[in-house]
């Protein structure tokens, strides 16, 4: 049986579908680490963890910021399940730049009753969104 020669990629989040497109190779944030997709993959399942997915046609890389869900990995295609996902156009970078300066403040001045582990996801979530909306503003 010949491999195939793309993968179908659908990235949907909590509210929306955001990509379905025939892609050449794709890098996943998973949960204990990136890994990457070619066609012909093993299949797999995998919890994403917080990071940037991204997805290459040809010579063109896009990148999303990615946080949370789970990835379906078949030989010919691609589904992620995303709690959030942006692309990097979507990207506001003063918003993302406000809400880790207040993720940094919570946790270098913890209150007694802060939830620690919520101000670290929210410092991971908007370093990643800063992340990708640079990488496109490389591109550009």
């Known amino acids: 049986m010949a491999l195939p020669q793309y993968l179908q990629l659908q990235i949907v989040s909590a509210d929306r579908s955001l990509v379905n497109e025939r892609?050449?190779?794709?890098e996943i944030?998973?949960?204990d680490?990136?890994?990457g997709v070619l066609p012909g993959h093993t299949p797999l399942l995998a919890v994403l963890g917080?990071?940037?997915?991204?997805y290459r046609q040809g010579q063109d890389t896009h990148h999303l910021a990615i946080a949370f869900g789970f990835a379906e990995v078949q030989p010919d295609?691609?589904?992620i399940l995303a709690q959030v996902a942006e692309t990097a156009e979507e990207i506001d970078v003063a918003r993302a730049e406000g809400a880790k300066k207040r993720a940094e403040e919570r946790m270098v001045t913890p209150?007694?009753?802060?939830?620690?582990?919520r101000a670290r996801v929210a410092l991971m979530k908007a370093l990643i969104r800063l992340q990708v909306a640079a990488r496109a503003r490389i591109r550009s």
């Open 111 to 117: 209150a007694a009753d802060m939830d620690f582990e």
């Open 23 to 26: 892609v050449d190779e794709v």
């Open 77 to 79: 295609g691609v589904t």
């Open 50 to 54: 917080v990071g940037d997915l991204w």
């Open 33 to 35: 680490g990136y890994f």
């Open 29 to 31: 944030p998973g949960a």
